[in-house]
């Protein structure tokens, strides 16, 4: 059977017709016994029908079931026998002005074969055809997680002013850590492992000499997913500065910083058709063992296609507060305004030294700086003193903290905001 189960909040206000109907037997026939996220309203840890409940991870939640076992797909597809890997997909979104222009994505990856299957890597593939689909470029953000496209030229036949979208890793996969290190597995905290981040990613530039092309075998392929030239498999090179990276194109063409493309690499292709891999591991897949990955597909638009990607990178920043807060605690607008406090996310992060912390101010206020290890513990307080309205920024050292995650807070009068920060020593 082939069907993606769909529920909505909301359903039981919907008029009565063809799309109430659908909605609610999707939600009395909820697919827990598969896989599918369920409230277990007794405890038991079993989900019953009639007394446990499907599990709204958004206002509108999607969720299907796939796997590898049929071989004529798999081998037609990249010539790779079946691994007995079992992939439980949920999309879901937000009915919220904030949030009208992301999907969220989580996939859950199950080993059911007999064979440890090592130097596993996540990746997010994206043939992204932003209008037009031969005009495009494509770049990442690595303090973000983030890979982008956008448009090469100023106006697009589709969109007129052309928008970005971002393919956003939130979660990567588990893997073991030090005592200091805290992973985060759909809203849980497993203390001694960490979550991987985007380790690699890879642009694909069709027709492009450099060899950063579409895969055309399994070993290729391989070599895409690791950051690698898929020709040969040594990592890219920056034509900047020489140097090996893993991570092609990874300047900002806002602010005309780095190697991306354009301006940022003289030589160059011109804006045509791109693909990408936003890449994190490796890690190993024990029989039986489960990995959960949390992703975010987003876009925004400005005024012009390089203040689009500007706008992608505010919204990343706001997304990724929001998965933080477990989904469960709206935040603050995307756009500031006079009468709320702002706390921004530290830059660099994660950090190893020196990090910048930055708000901004409604009022003039006395200000303290608090930070907290992930029992809740103070284990740093900084009063600033009495700070005028406006924005300010402050360097902070973690020569006195071990690795692993902290959160740290602002407080500014009647107004405080928390975010999250990690130490890499």
């Known amino acids: ?123 997010i593939f994206a043939d992204f055809d932003l209008g037009s689909f031969c005009d495009d470029n494509v770049g990442c953000d690595t303090t973000l997680n983030l890979g982008i496209g956008y448009n090469g030229k100023g106006t697009d036949p589709l969109y007129g002013i052309p928008p970005a979208i971002g393919y956003q890793l939130l979660s990567g996969p588990r893997v073991e850590g030090s005592s200091t290190d805290t992973a985060i597995v759909e809203g849980k905290i497993y203390p001694g492992f960490k979550n991987l981040e985007m380790t690699s990613f890879s642009p ?68 045509y058709e791109r693909r990408m891999y936003v890449n994190s591991g490796t890690f190993t897949l024990a029989p039986g063992d489960t990995q959960t990955v949390d992703f975010a597909v987003l876009m925004a638009r400005g005024e012009d296609r390089l203040l689009s990607v500007k706008e992608l ?5 706001y997304i990724r507060t929001f998965y933080e807060k477990n989904f469960k605690k709206r935040i603050a607008p995307l756009n500031v305004t006079e009468n709320q406090l702002v706390l921004y996310q530290n830059f660099p992060n994660p950090f190893n030294g020196v990090t910048n912390v930055s708000y901004y101010l409604p009022d003039k206020s006395e200000v303290v700086f608090n930070v907290y290890d992930v029992l809740g513990r103070e284990v740093v307080k ?37 975010r999250k920060m990690m130490i890499l020593k």
């Not at 700070?387 to 407080?411: M, P, Q, W």
Request: hydrophobic share 35%; net charge negative.
């Open 204 to 271: 694909v530039l069709k027709y492009w000499r450099t060899g950063i092309m579409d895969a055309g075998s399994k070993e290729e392929l391989f070599n895409n997913i690791n950051g690698l030239t898929n020709f040969d498999g040594v990592p890219l090179k920056n034509p900047l500065t020489g140097m090996e990276t893993l991570f092609g194109l990874s300047g900002d063409p806002v602010n005309g910083i780095g190697w991306y493309e354009g301006l940022g690499w003289p030589g160059g292709p011109l804006p």
């Open 382 to 418: 900084m009063n600033r003193g009495t700070e005028v309205r406006g924005y300010h920024k402050f360097s902070f050292s973690n020569e006195n903290l071990a690795s692993g995650v902290y959160f740290y807070r602002i407080t500014a009068g009647e107004y405080s905001q928390i």
């Open 313 to 317: 990178k505010k919204e990343a920043e």
């Open 1 to 123: 059977m082939f069907k993606i189960w769909k529920i909505r909040k909301d359903w039981e206000m919907l008029p009565p017709g063809s799309e109430r109907d659908r909605y609610e037997n999707d939600y009395n026939n909820w697919p827990a016994e598969l896989g599918a996220p369920f409230v277990d309203v007794n405890g038991d840890g079993i989900f019953e029908r009639g007394i446990d409940k499907p599990k709204f991870l958004g206002d509108v939640t999607a969720w299907c079931v796939s796997n590898d076992l049929d071989t004529t797909r798999t081998k037609n597809l990249i010539n790779s026998g079946k691994l007995g890997l079992e992939f439980q997909f949920t999309v879901f979104g937000f009915d919220e002005d904030s949030l009208q222009n992301v999907i969220f994505k989580r996939i859950k990856i199950i080993n059911k074969g007999n064979n440890t299957i090592e130097n596993s890597v996540f990746s």
